[in-house]
């Protein structure tokens, strides 16, 4: 519940405060939707005075198994939607509003049939007022005012308090039924800091990101068109964290759209062309994909980490600077001759057997302390392999890349991978769960 109440703490806290942010119309970039001010996360525009007006039916629209869903429950969360994300209603986006409001309303109405199974999940009303209370706190104001906010867009306290308790229920049940599933094995750490330490030298991006997941509005089309109205929205003032926490489908929607650090290579394609063209403090503008569409904020990017240690040895032929090219010739020719027989383990002791031949432990070092001609295959090559011959004044040499790991303060701890993990398998379970739960439901829309 942590992060849903820092989100929605920051949004009321901005609106109670009646501050506004001046936002950077769309450019012309195919890939820059403009520039935002990253403060636009912390400071929302304020809300509009009077409450949107919706013309929904006030019967029956949806069952859900044996639960309602009546025309006065979607307005209401529709409402809740707009203050939450600060999506101005719009003629264009209210469709979408209506439509990610009725999903989350299925869900829910899904979450409370399958809480009802569990005596001990019930969530008390001491439960939902601790937690609006904090959140009042965190924003520097108290229960009272932070509920008349909502009064005053429309917003019954209880449908307010309502979903709150199906959070508070719906966290425990799935913490507690997946935990040990959940838990990273020592290989999955071992293996995810390798990667890490693997991707030290590439450039990394990191982003916020919002998907749109068509089958779940409609189509293709209908998933564009939704995320053109969001990216207008954003370019407005609508914060990025609010609106991915409300409409994407990714798993990063529980963090606000936090995606992290993101390495280079590990995307498809259309989203690295996307994170190669923009600048920190831009959003993209709609990128489509199979199966949907991705709306990527740029956060911050690097050419890879600022301290990159890496273990390496060499073999080489000592050779004059003002050596003959026939000479380099000849030393690069022996070397390549034997390249392919060399490894991390048997490099320094071939050097040893053979004469005119150097080898050397270089220890571990980092890449921008090393000579310039070896930084190349330091930040490139991967582990395990044996350069091309590499001439230095020096001498000619091959450069066994025989480690790499990220230094610093940037360096990844087990803890901090191992709940990594752990939060990124919680998620994926409850997704499953929900999504089994939708399955085995039926699910009525009344004409």
């Not at 070397?335 to 005119?356: K, P, V, Y």
């Not at 890449?367 to 011959?389: D, K, M, Y």
Request: proline fraction near 5%; charged fraction near 20%; glycine fraction near 8%.
């Amino acid at each position: 519940m942590r992060l849903q109440r820092y989100l929605t703490g920051v949004a009321l806290a901005a609106l109670l405060a009646g501050s506004a942010v001046a936002q950077t119309a769309p450019g012309q970039a195919p890939a820059a939707a403009g520039t935002l001010n990253p403060a636009a996360e912390q400071a929302p525009p304020a809300a509009p005075a009077a409450a949107p007006q919706f013309q929904l039916a006030d019967g029956i629209l949806v069952t859900v198994n044996d639960s309602v869903i009546t025309g006065f429950d979607l307005r209401q969360r529709m409402l809740l939607l707009i203050a939450m994300t600060q999506v101005q209603p719009t003629a264009e986006n209210l469709p979408a509003i209506q439509q990610q409001a009725m999903s989350v309303l299925i869900d829910e109405r899904l979450q409370n049939q399958e809480l009802a199974k569990y005596e001990d999940l019930k969530v008390p009303d001491a439960d939902v007022d601790s937690e609006i209370a904090d959140m009042a706190r965190e924003v520097g104001t108290t229960p009272e005012n932070y509920l008349q906010y909502l009064a005053q867009g429309g917003i019954r306290t209880s449908t307010f308090r309502d979903q709150l308790r199906t959070q508070i229920g719906w966290s425990r049940l799935v913490g507690g039924r997946f935990q040990s599933r959940a838990r990273a094995s020592r290989a999955a750490i071992d293996a995810a800091l390798r990667q890490v330490n693997e991707a030290a030298a590439k450039k990394q991006y990191l982003i916020g990101e919002i998907y749109i997941e068509a089958s779940r509005v409609g189509g293709q089309q209908a998933a564009l068109n939704g995320a053109n109205q969001l990216v207008a929205q954003m370019v407005q003032g609508a914060p990025f964290q609010n609106v991915a926490q409300q409409f994407s489908a990714a798993p990063s929607a529980t963090r606000g759209g936090d995606a992290g650090w993101v390495v280079e290579g590990t995307v498809q394609p259309a989203l690295q062309q996307a994170l190669d063209q923009l600048d920190a403090g831009q959003l993209s503008r709609p990128i489509p994909v199979e199966g949907g569409v991705y709306i990527i904020y740029m956060r911050d990017k690097r050419d890879g980490a600022s301290t990159s240690l890496v273990a390496m040895k060499q073999i080489m032929i000592e050779l004059p600077e003002t050596a003959s090219e026939a000479d380099v010739a000849a030393a690069t020719q022996r070397l390549e001759a034997i390249r392919g027989q060399l490894t991390c383990d048997n490099i320094q002791a071939r050097a040893s057997s053979e004469q005119g031949l150097l080898g050397s432990d270089l220890g571990e070092s980092d890449v921008q302390n090393l000579a310039p001609q070896f930084q190349q295959v330091a930040r490139s090559a991967e582990i395990g392999t044996i350069s091309s011959p590499v001439r230095t004044p020096l001498g000619v040499h091959l450069l066994a890349v025989c480690g790499r790991r990220v230094g610093g303060s940037e360096a990844p701890d087990a803890r901090t991978v191992e709940n990594q993990i752990f939060r990124q398998n919680i998620a994926t379970l409850g997704r499953r769960y929900m999504r089994d739960l939708r399955n085995d439901a039926l699910i009525e829309y009344k004409q």
